[in-house]
């Protein structure tokens, strides 16, 4: 099988892993399930229908459709697709696994109904440029002009470009870029047609070989990040503390150093005052000593 239903939802942007941004157009294909099976035995050729969805208001003819998908009600959405391959046809009521039938890479073609824009002229429809601007002519601007000759053929040509009802066609743009799937979603880049909540048929045709795929922050990278960060700061409070300690470990003296600098700052203050030095007679202490030992 190479094609899926699903429901544009959403057009956003993401970023590759080369750094580029692209716009890309979110597909729901969530909840697809094979409602009926066409064989080529019995039908002459092989096909499958595809059931997405689910309608609040069935008639009991699609209900009963329905009834052998084993399906909660009918399917909103209800599309058949052709089987041209030799495959094994899935049985009714399986629910079809999106990653199964695409992957990031592939080629697809997808097909919807257009926005409806209207009545609308043969300027916005057509792409027409108009009569001229000034010499005169007031009501030109956005006029079709001549639609036809004179007595021959004296008919208007059929399929003339002319005003009338623009958009709600179908619509189909090739070769757009599956650039991500998973059980829910298909993203695509670039846009589709149709409005929000509308149903798009997608159909592989090929493969990209140059696919450059999306870019994923992993929760790996983040918890390495996130460890990097703290490793590097914690690298920075450790040498900003060594850092201070050192600074204050050099401003602040020894106590050898300050005994040594007390020392000499009281005999330079003595010799300012003009004082001598105190110096201990060794004769008066030896008196001490004998005194001493008599006592004893």
Do not use: C
């Not at 942007?13 to 692209?22: A, D, K, S």
């Not at 009714?92 to 592939?106: I, Q, R, S, Y």
């Not at 045709?205 to 795929?213: I, L, N």
């Amino acid at each position: 099988m190479q094609s899926l239903i699903g429901v544009k939802k959403e057009q956003t942007q993401r970023f590759l892993e080369n750094g580029m941004r692209i716009p890309v157009t979110l597909i729901d294909v969530k909840g697809i399930s094979v409602v009926s099976v066409k064989t080529a035995d019995k039908d002459k050729y092989q096909a499958i229908q595809l059931g997405f969805g689910k309608t609040k208001k069935a008639s009991k003819a699609e209900l009963g459709h329905a009834k052998g998908a084993k399906r909660d009600g009918a399917p909103k959405f209800l599309r058949e697709v052709r089987i041209l391959t030799d495959e094994a046809l899935p049985e009714v009521g399986t629910d079809v696994n999106p990653t199964e039938v695409l992957k990031a890479g592939d080629i697809v073609n997808i097909s919807g109904v257009s926005k409806g824009k209207g009545f609308a002229g043969v300027v916005k429809r057509h792409g027409f440029h108009g009569g001229p601007k000034t010499h005169g002519q007031s009501d030109r601007h956005r006029a079709p002009g001549a639609i036809g000759q004179g007595t021959t053929p004296g008919r208007v040509y059929r399929g003339k470009r002319m005003a009338g009802r623009m958009g709600s066609d179908n619509v189909t743009i090739a070769n757009l870029k599956v650039v991500d799937v998973d059980s829910e979603t298909v993203m695509i880049k670039g846009l589709v047609p149709g409005i929000i909540n509308s149903l798009l048929v997608i159909k592989k045709t090929g493969e990209d070989k140059k696919f450059v795929p999306l870019w994923k922050p992993t929760d790996e990278s983040e918890a390495a990040g996130r460890s990097s960060v703290s490793d590097d700061a914690q690298t920075v409070e450790e040498k900003t503390s060594s850092s201070d300690s050192s600074s204050l470990s050099g401003n602040q003296p020894t106590d050898v150093e300050e005994q040594t600098e007390s020392g000499e700052g009281s005999v330079s203050d003595s010799s300012e005052n003009g004082q001598a030095p105190a110096v201990q007679d060794e004769s008066s202490t030896e008196v001490k000593k004998e005194g001493n030992k008599d006592a004893k």
